[in-house]
């Protein structure tokens, strides 16, 4: 199975802030790397799919990036609605693995 | 408009079985892949299983390999899960959730149910 690694687990940010989130897969799966959002409470959303192309109605200021086992999720300017748990999870092989989470917090 | 509803969470005993079904309505169901994912209360996103559009090719989580069992039918535009010898490791709420195409390996999941919860416990 490919192992999903994120990091950091947890980040404390202000508004307007540029975020990274990393994801490391333990093998390549190639671009099949998805980002998910999830509020307290909120069923998950997909932001970004194929590790860069973002997802319709998805706000701009989140990015996608990285290919083989590198990747990352960028928030531009963190906007208030943004602090929530982000996941990352590889699609290219069965079982579709998820990352750990990381939580971005207010800071 | 998309939805996904599950039924059929609850109380159990470690041990014993219990039959999770989704309901999919506002698209053509049978032309995609559907998928299970779970998350324990204040934990993350746990994959589970998924099912092709045709049935044709069902993938499994290690951790519930031979134990769950995925279907669907797409009649009734329906996804089920029976789970059998649960233990207090599969207390979560669970997704069903719409992939972005037919077959499994899928890409996204583009589309989730609001997740039933399955409690194992004596």
């Known amino acids: ?107 | 408009e998309v939805q996904l509803v599950e039924s059929g969470g609850g109380l159990v005993q470690p041990g014993g079985s219990l039959r999770l079904s989704c309901a999919a309505s506002g698209f053509t169901f049978a032309d995609y892949a559907m998928h299970w994912v779970r998350q324990a209360p204040g934990k993350g996103l746990d994959w589970v299983s998924a099912v092709s559009w045709n049935s044709g090719n069902r993938a499994y989580a290690d951790s519930v390999n031979g134990r769950f069992t995925i279907s669907r039918d797409n009649a009734k535009n329906s996804l089920f899960l029976q789970m059998n010898s649960l233990t207090s490791e599969d207390t979560a709420f669970y997704y069903c959730a719409k992939a972005d195409r037919g077959e499994v390996p899928s890409d996204h999941l583009d589309h989730w149910g609001q997740g039933t919860l399955v409690t194992v416990s004596s």
Not at chain 1, 13 to 41: E, F, M
Not at chain 1, 85 to 101: A, D, L, N, W
């Open chain 1, 1 to 107: 199975d490919i192992q999903m690694t994120q990091s950091p687990s947890s980040l404390s940010a202000s508004v307007g802030d540029r975020v990274t989130i990393t994801c490391r897969a333990s093998r390549s799966v190639g671009t099949n790397l998805n980002w998910y959002q999830q509020k307290p409470g909120k069923v998950p959303k997909v932001l970004i799919y194929a590790a860069s192309s973002l997802q319709s109605g998805v706000p701009s200021r989140f990015s996608g990036g990285g290919s083989g086992t590198y990747f990352t999720l960028t928030i531009s300017s963190l906007q208030p609605e943004d602090f929530a748990t982000y996941y990352c999870q590889q699609s290219y092989s069965t079982p579709h693995t998820f990352g750990q989470g990381t939580e971005v917090e207010f800071k």
